[in-house]
């Protein structure tokens, strides 16, 4: 698998969203970062400081904001875990299934 297809396919689907800004891509972005680090696994279990950290977000309401617009629009589906000690998991649906 060509792992900047993710990258392309979304920047591919929010070219006409305009839901989607600057702050979103920066979170989606850093989530890809974060999963190539971890071997492309799907999902990924993520702790919310460490994606702000790579996203430069320093903010957590403006981090929960992106992740839950994210979910909510289908670009990935995150679901939290309310555990200090257990990182939220972040599923990446296949947003182009050639």
């Not at 702790?47 to 909510?72: E, H, Q, V």
């Not at 990935?76 to 299934?97: A, C, L, T």
Request: glycine content about 6%.
């Amino acid at each position: 698998m060509d792992r900047s297809k993710p990258l392309s396919d979304f920047f591919t689907a929010i070219e006409k969203d305009g839901r989607i800004g600057t702050t979103h891509i920066s979170v989606y972005t850093a989530l890809l970062k974060y999963r190539l680090d971890k071997g492309f696994a799907n999902p990924i279990q993520v702790f919310g400081r460490d994606i702000m950290s790579i996203a430069k977000i320093s903010w957590p309401n403006t981090f929960y904001r992106c992740i839950n617009d994210l979910s909510d629009y289908g670009y990935i589906r995150y679901v939290p875990s309310f555990n200090r000690k257990e990182g939220s998991r972040v599923y990446f649906p296949d947003m182009n299934s050639d």
